[in-house]
Structures are given as C-alpha cells and as structure tokens.
C-alpha cells in the first residue's frame, strides 16, 4: 500500500496492518494552557517594571520641581511640599503615597542636612534638598502583585539646589 505524501507524518500502522491517523488535536489546547499563564505573568512584569521606572523618574522631576520652588527666596516648606504634591497628583501619582522631606544644609559647604520648617532662615548661597520618596504598593497597577518582592517598596528621587536671593 503506498502512502500519500502529506500523510505520511500523520499515519502509523498498527497490530491490523491497517494505518491509522494519530490524533493530536488536544495537543495544542494542552500546550496553550501550559504555556499562556507564563507568557501573561512575563508581559504583566515587564508592565510592572515600566510603571516601577516611570514612577522612579516622576519622583525625581517631582524632586526637582520641589527643589526649584524651595530654592526661590519667597518659598515656604508647607508651599514647597503642597506644589510637590500637585506635580505628583498631575504627573497620575498620587501625592498621599509620596513623603516629601525639605531640608537644608547645616552649614555652609559641610554637606550635612537637616530639616528645616521655615526657608526663610536659610541663608542665600545654602543647598536646600528636596525628597520625594513614593510608596511604590500605593502606585504599582498590581497590587499585591509577584514582583513585590523583587522590586523595593519605596522609589525616590532627591535634587539639591542653592538657595537664590531676592
């Protein structure tokens, strides 16, 4: 008995010497549900970890942004950190997950800082650093998601400008 040639892959001859055509249409269903859970966790942890860079690069902005109203002579830390919060909440972080921290240097060129609650007794030439540090579980798009022990709990960004006179 001769075979047709697109067949000959399918077929197999069994104890009858009859050939019978091998079934495997449940194979690739079999296959899809193997593999689709790890290719959906793969695509949902790279969107993860865009969203963990993104918020990292908001909070740094946000840092600067805050830097550069604290560095103004006029500025008032509950100013400072108010407009810090703003730019959060516009850039779609919210500013309730972010801690804000204005401090300025404690003398002049040491490189220490300190909190400060008044802006106005910092002398001009001083640094003044703004942080803007997001809880990241506040912000990620899933929550309670696998990469939560990868990824750190918090993302931040720190700018230091000198403060500028009038």
């Known amino acids: 008995m001769k075979l047709i040639p697109s067949s000959v892959g399918r077929c197999r001859k069994n104890a009858r010497s009859a050939f019978v055509v091998n079934n495997r249409r449940g194979a690739a269903v079999v296959e899809f549900a193997v593999c689709a859970p790890l290719l959906f966790l ?3 942890g790279m969107f993860e970890v865009g969203r963990f860079v993104n918020v990292g690069e908001i909070a740094t902005h946000a840092s600067r942004f805050g830097a550069r109203q604290a560095s103004v002579a006029s500025a008032t830390v509950v100013d400072v950190v108010a407009r810090t919060r703003q ?3 516009d850039a779609s972080v919210k ?3 972010a801690t804000i921290t204005v401090e300025a240097e ?3 060129g040491n490189g220490t800082f300190a909190g400060v ?3 106005s007794t910092v002398a001009v030439g001083s640094a003044i650093r703004v942080r803007v540090d997001v ?3 506040q912000v990620t798009w899933l929550p309670g998601g696998p990469l939560r022990t990868i990824l750190p709990g918090t993302i931040g960004g720190t700018t230091v400008m000198r403060k500028e006179s009038t």
């Open 42 to 44: 793969l695509i949902l």
């Open 87 to 89: 730019y959060l909440n």
């Open 95 to 97: 500013g309730s997950a």
């Open 106 to 108: 404690t003398a002049a």
């Open 117 to 119: 609650t008044d802006l």
């Open 135 to 137: 809880d990241f579980s």
